[in-house]
């Protein structure tokens, strides 16, 4: 930095501070406002982290608030998410449960601003392991095994309980079994560029609930 540029604004700590002059203890980290943008005329406020602060590090619980209006309010450990909390995204969509050094890891709750619904297991900040997707408008639901944050194999409910049980590629279903609510008809077989071809006759059976996720 040249000498005759400005050093950046710093956040301001309204709390107490250590011997070394660190904030420690509770209190409320105020950052500075963000850069305008090209098409912006009104200035954003800045960050604001209310909590508890080691060394000027955040730990414990505590809330943090963006700018964009994004909130988390949960536990802290050597200033990432790590724990329980409650992210709302600038979006609007919640995401509820584990962290793991910034990133959804464990069992938690989305609920995505579109109104859908995914509860179940994360991995690295994508849905991963066993887990249940409601979809809001078509009223169905993919509940089984997520990888990646795709989903692999399991059930796929429709709003009539007519139901699709098999394995998935890119969240459309390949190969496995289809059940017809109305006629309570179990068929073998699959999906290709989206319609189901049957593999062998079917037969009397029953939805596919007792099969685990």
Same mark, same amino acid.
Request: net charge negative; glycine share 16%.
């Given at each position: 930095m040249a000498d005759d540029e400005e050093?950046?604004?710093?956040?301001v700590w309204e709390g107490p501070f250590n011997e070394?002059? %660190?904030p =420690?203890?509770?209190g409320v980290l105020k950052y500075p406002p963000p850069p305008l943008g090209e098409d912006e005329e009104e200035e954003k406020p800045g960050? +604001? !982290?209310e909590g508890i602060l080691e060394n000027g590090i955040r +730990?414990? $619980?505590?809330v943090y608030k963006w700018s964009n209006g994004a909130i988390y309010e949960g536990d802290y450990a050597d200033n990432l998410k790590h724990g329980k909390? %409650?992210?709302?995204? /600038?979006d609007k969509g919640v995401y509820e449960g584990d962290f793991v050094n910034n990133k959804m890891e464990g069992f938690g709750t989305y609920v995505y601003s579109s109104g859908d619904i995914y509860q179940g297991e994360f991995k690295d900040g994508k849905r991963e392991g066993r887990g249940m997707y409601h979809y809001k408008t078509q009223g169905c639901q993919l509940v089984g095994q997520w990888?990646?944050?795709? @989903? +692999? @194999?399991? $059930?796929?409910? =429709? %709003?009539?309980? /007519?139901?699709?049980?098999?394995s998935f590629e890119d969240f459309v279903p390949s190969v496995g079994a289809y059940? @017809? /609510? $109305?006629?309570? =008809? +179990?068929?073998?077989?699959? !999906?290709?560029?989206?319609?189901?071809?049957?593999q062998r006759e079917p037969y009397i059976g029953k939805e596919f609930s007792d099969m685990s996720w």
């Amino acid at each position: 930095m040249a000498d005759d540029e400005e050093a950046p604004p710093a956040p301001v700590w309204e709390g107490p501070f250590n011997e070394e002059g %660190k904030p =420690h203890g509770k209190g409320v980290l105020k950052y500075p406002p963000p850069p305008l943008g090209e098409d912006e005329e009104e200035e954003k406020p800045g960050d +604001v !982290f209310e909590g508890i602060l080691e060394n000027g590090i955040r +730990v414990a $619980r505590g809330v943090y608030k963006w700018s964009n209006g994004a909130i988390y309010e949960g536990d802290y450990a050597d200033n990432l998410k790590h724990g329980k909390g %409650k992210m709302t995204f /600038s979006d609007k969509g919640v995401y509820e449960g584990d962290f793991v050094n910034n990133k959804m890891e464990g069992f938690g709750t989305y609920v995505y601003s579109s109104g859908d619904i995914y509860q179940g297991e994360f991995k690295d900040g994508k849905r991963e392991g066993r887990g249940m997707y409601h979809y809001k408008t078509q009223g169905c639901q993919l509940v089984g095994q997520w990888n990646g944050g795709k @989903f +692999v @194999f399991g $059930r796929w409910i =429709h %709003k009539d309980g /007519s139901m699709y049980y098999g394995s998935f590629e890119d969240f459309v279903p390949s190969v496995g079994a289809y059940y @017809f /609510s $109305r006629t309570q =008809h +179990v068929q073998e077989g699959g !999906f290709k560029e989206g319609a189901w071809i049957p593999q062998r006759e079917p037969y009397i059976g029953k939805e596919f609930s007792d099969m685990s996720w």
